[in-house]
């Protein structure tokens, strides 16, 4: 059962992509067909995680868990393309981790991501995937902010799904962003203090121009945000898995959402199984023991 979101909460239309069901893997399509089209999310956020653990596992250098991390992003992505989803966000580098890894691991990301991108346009092309980049982009290295600018350029009029890398991101700076640009607009009489609503700050987030997410998974089993979204989550949905990153491929993408699927979205509201309402709370008694 689903609830409407509430009143003031940031909606966008659903125009869904045409999906490809016949181009998913026999083992992807078996899930699929469990799951309700109508009731597909418009946006799944995925908290990537577990790309170091997964290779110390193994007895392996981390790079070689950020490599395979990369080939996850790809399968992911296409699965999510086959079956219409609209926008699919992933946390690809935070702010935090920009910042305190150590500097010849943060190199190594910006040499794969730069890999990534030139390897996988033409894949997104083919998949009509449009990529977006949010986050403090402009504190990357120029050379690989040229390799984003290029690919989203290069993917800008595609109609499929939206693939949204975050990328030294961070929530509470966007936030931060997003309350300077509303200092500004009071600072030029553009908008009044006292008139500014929650539309007003989603307009300046990082993410104004997709809905809010209605799943978010995160894998490796860490029960936790990250600093991940954290307006935009306010009714989301969260799927936790066991399973690192470098190991989740698409069909758990779709096992994810037909959990999603189960759950009764409630916004605030009181559910099916929530107790009757009582009709004249007036003249209920209350104790206090």
């Given at each position: 059962m689903y609830s409407s979101p509430p009143a003031g909460m940031a909606t966008h239309p659903d125009t869904r992509p045409a999906s490809r069901i016949d181009e998913l893997i026999p083992e992807e399509r078996a899930v699929y067909a469990t799951l309700k089209p109508e009731r597909l999310p418009q946006h799944v956020a995925i908290i990537m995680d577990g790309n170091g653990r997964w290779a110390g596992r193994?007895?392996?250098k981390r790079f070689l868990g950020h490599q395979q991390g990369a080939k996850a992003v790809q399968c992911v992505t296409e699965t999510a393309a086959?079956?219409?989803?609209?926008?699919?966000?992933l946390y690809a580098l935070s702010l935090e981790n920009n910042l305190?890894?150590?500097?010849?691991?943060?190199?190594?990301?910006?040499?794969?991501?730069?890999?990534?991108?030139?390897?996988n346009i033409a894949r997104m092309m083919k998949n009509n995937i449009r990529l977006r980049c949010i986050g403090r982009i402009h504190d990357l290295p120029p050379d690989v902010q040229a390799k984003m600018r290029d690919a989203e350029e290069a993917t800008l009029r595609n109609t499929g799904t939206t693939l949204t890398l975050a990328l030294n991101y961070g929530?509470?700076?966007e936030l931060v962003d997003a309350f300077r640009r509303l200092a500004e607009e009071v600072r030029s009489k553009r908008l009044n203090p006292e008139r500014i609503t929650e539309e007003d700050i989603h307009r300046h987030l990082y993410t104004a121009h997709m809905p809010d997410?209605?799943?978010?998974?995160?894998?490796?089993?860490?029960?936790?945000?990250?600093?991940?979204?954290?307006?935009?989550?306010?009714?989301?949905?969260?799927f936790v898995t066991e399973r690192f990153w470098p190991d989740f491929r698409g069909i758990h993408l779709l096992e994810a959402i037909a959990a999603f699927q189960r759950r009764e979205r409630r916004y605030g509201a009181i559910g099916e199984d929530g107790g009757e309402v009582e009709e004249n709370p007036e003249r209920i008694k209350i104790a206090v023991s």
């Open positions: 193994r007895s392996l086959c079956i219409g989803l609209p926008w699919l966000t305190r890894r150590p500097r010849a691991e943060v190199s190594f990301l910006m040499r794969l991501l730069k890999t990534y991108l030139d390897d929530a509470r700076s997410p209605d799943l978010l998974i995160r894998t490796s089993g860490e029960l936790r945000v990250s600093n991940f979204l954290l307006w935009q989550i306010a009714y989301t949905e969260i």
